[in-house]
């Protein structure tokens, strides 16, 4: 069964860092998401992207972050200059006709 | 904009016993009801999933689900619970068919007792 991987499961980095979590999405899904769950919290939708664009973001997602498929199974997450409340486990999800499917998720730790 | 509840943040019930978790939703019409299962340090699978017809939805692993356009509720049942089923649960809401983002509840975690 298809499903959407992520890389790398854990990345810890100093605040101020850029980092980039990467997701491989089912290969003939077209919408694609990035959500974030802080520890203990609900996941949050970050960003949903579509047709090579954004097509909505959340009020989490400023300047810092940014999405980009810059091939065609690829789908990453940039954090340019990461902060302390950035630590959070991302999830990549992926949808084809109906339901999202979601990766494993990479957790970012940031110190 | 839409929102969704779960009122119950931790449950706990003995392994065999019957389940219900609770999930309000908030969206001035009807919308896309989902339930997701997360267990420790995994990602989040789908369990089932409400779009339109038939509001009592099946499910895997044996969970269903009732669709309460009345009520504007979205529980999800079991008749039996098993062990495996210890996790957290999230009820989520969508919007807009398509590039619908999905909104989470806050969660139910899940104590199976044997």
């Known amino acids: 069964e298809p499903e959407v991987t992520q890389t790398p499961s854990h990345q810890v980095t100093q605040m101020g860092q850029e980092v980039i979590l990467r997701c491989v999405p089912i290969?003939?899904?077209?919408?694609f998401y990035w959500y974030r769950q802080i520890l203990g919290q609900k996941v949050e939708f970050l960003v949903s992207?579509?047709?090579?664009?954004?097509?909505?973001k959340s009020e989490i997602f400023d300047d810092q972050f940014s999405v980009e498929r810059p091939d065609g199974s690829n789908f990453t997450l940039k954090i340019r200059s990461t902060k302390l409340e950035d630590s959070a486990m991302y999830f990549c999800a992926s949808k084809g006709r109906y339901e999202q499917y979601f990766g494993p998720g990479t957790r970012l730790t940031v110190t | 904009a839409q929102s969704v509840t779960q009122p119950d943040i931790h449950i706990t019930v003995s392994e065999g016993a019957s389940l219900e978790l609770r999930c309000n939703y908030s969206y001035g019409a009807t919308p896309y009801l989902f339930w997701y299962v997360q267990s420790p340090g995994q990602g989040l699978q789908l369990l089932l999933k409400y779009f339109s017809g038939d509001t009592l939805v099946q499910g895997i692993k044996g969970f269903e689900a009732e669709f309460k356009r009345s009520q504007s509720s979205f529980n999800l049942r079991k008749p039996s619970v098993h062990w495996s089923d210890a996790a957290e649960y999230f009820c989520a809401v969508g919007v807009n068919f398509g590039n619908e983002k999905l909104t989470f509840g806050t969660g139910t975690r899940l104590t199976i007792i044997p």
């Open positions: 290969s003939n899904h077209l919408y």
């Open positions: 992207f579509y047709n090579n664009e954004i097509s909505e």
